[in-house]
């Protein structure tokens, strides 16, 4: 490459050999490239097409996410393909457009407005708890994907759209999510989708569901009720002009935040509670701490003392971060340590690695809460990063986290968890998903 330096450069033909294996599962691939390399990163160049490189070193992430963040941008996969299908929201939009739209959105979710959404939470969380069915095994993850997107629904919307409206709604983003993936992971297969009518008919469940978010939006406009939701705060929020959301943009948000919003907490969850049952010794100590929640209103400073769950949590998000992997593509030639790369260059962070790394964690594999307590956290911050860093560190992590433990706490009150596996399958697609993992509840 001439004047370009490049770390550990991977065979493109390796990568052809194992394309079906490496677009079911790509983590195995990355580690075993990774550990061939002797600097944390490694590079590969497809024919005809600017350089990749994929890195688990935090300084590299810091320095293209936060410290020279403007220097680089969110490729096409993360912007165009997934814009098809979710709109320009604050996950898919860039530069001018991203950066209105985050001013705008930021106070949405700011400590104070999450306060006053906390009684929706956990009223919400509360009455999926009461639908556990006990002294059984039973697949977790579907329990905990309709308990989160219930609570986005109520956060969003309060009780403005009706059961049948947001089953509809919970039905479309899954299968949008499944066929996204799909389509990026196997760009060559684009033709054939375009002619066996399969993108046509995930454009039609976009007109349909921007349809229903529109119809909600009409309702609430018209509407003299306060419901000091979500859906309140966004059409009450002015850009600098005094101007509001137009509709069209307000149904962009409000999918990203249904996409965004439901998922990755409902996978955290679920890896949360698979560790917990796995490990005797934290389940007692977390059940120990959690409450029954008893104030009215339930608000943030009612959980102050959860600092043992709230670990528990954030240690699963290390060994199974939701986002498990992000890019950026490099807008001129570029300098980062000892690499001077491509204009073009596509740069992959994988989050799962550096959470893994033995360069920064003490047995990276151990499931330990504690390196997530008070006294632990300053030797941490730089290398843990599972909603993101920099300005397009993730809008809502804050109200994900409280939900989370909110959820665990009222959960581990009630029941003791037991599991029939030790090891848990993954599925790296936009976001980490578990496979397979059940569990049993037994009330305490």
Known sequence: MGKY??????????FLLNSSAITKNPIPFHKRFFE??????????PFFSKPVLLTRDAEIAKYILQKKHKNFE??????????????????????????????????????????????????????????????KMQELYPMLNVLAFEVIAKSLFDFSADKKTLNRLQF??????????????????????????????HLDLVREIRGIINSIIETR???????DDLLDMLLQAEYEDGTSMANEQLIDEIIILFVAGHETTANALTFTFFLLANNEGVLKKAQEESVELQDDPVTIDSFANLKYIKGCIEE????????????????EDETIGDYH????????????????????????????????????????????MPFGRGPRLCIGNNFAMYEMILVVNEILNKFNVETNKDTVEIKPLITLKPANVELKFVRR
């Open 316 to 331: 699963s998000m290390r060994l199974y971060p939701p986002a498990w992997i992000t890019d950026r593509v490099a807008l």
């Open 74 to 135: 969110k490729s096409k996969l993360q912007t165009h393909h997934l814009s098809k299908y979710v709109g320009y929201g604050l996950l898919t939009s860039t530069g001018a457009k991203w950066l209105r739209q985050r001013r705008l959105v930021q106070p949405a979710f700011h400590k104070e407005k999450i306060n006053s959404l906390i009684t929706i939470i956990n009223d919400t969380i509360k009455d999926q708890v009461e639908k556990i069915e006990i002294d």
């Open 36 to 45: 061939e390399s002797k600097d944390d990163s490694f590079s590969v160049t």
């Open 221 to 227: 406009k018209s509407s003299k009720e306060d419901h």
């Open 341 to 384: 790369i491509k204009k073009g260059t596509l740069i992959g962070v994988s989050i799962y690695e550096i959470h893994r790394n033995k360069a920064y964690w003490a047995e990276p594999e151990t499931f330990r809460p504690e390196r997530f307590l008070e006294d632990n956290k300053k030797e941490i911050t730089s290398h843990y």
């Open 172 to 201: 479309i983003i899954e299968q949008l999510q499944q066929f996204i993936v799909k389509e990026i992971r196997q760009p060559h297969k684009r033709i054939w989708y375009k002619l066996n009518g399969e993108i046509k008919r």
């Open 5 to 14: 330096n490049y770390p550990h450069k991977i065979s493109f033909f390796s």
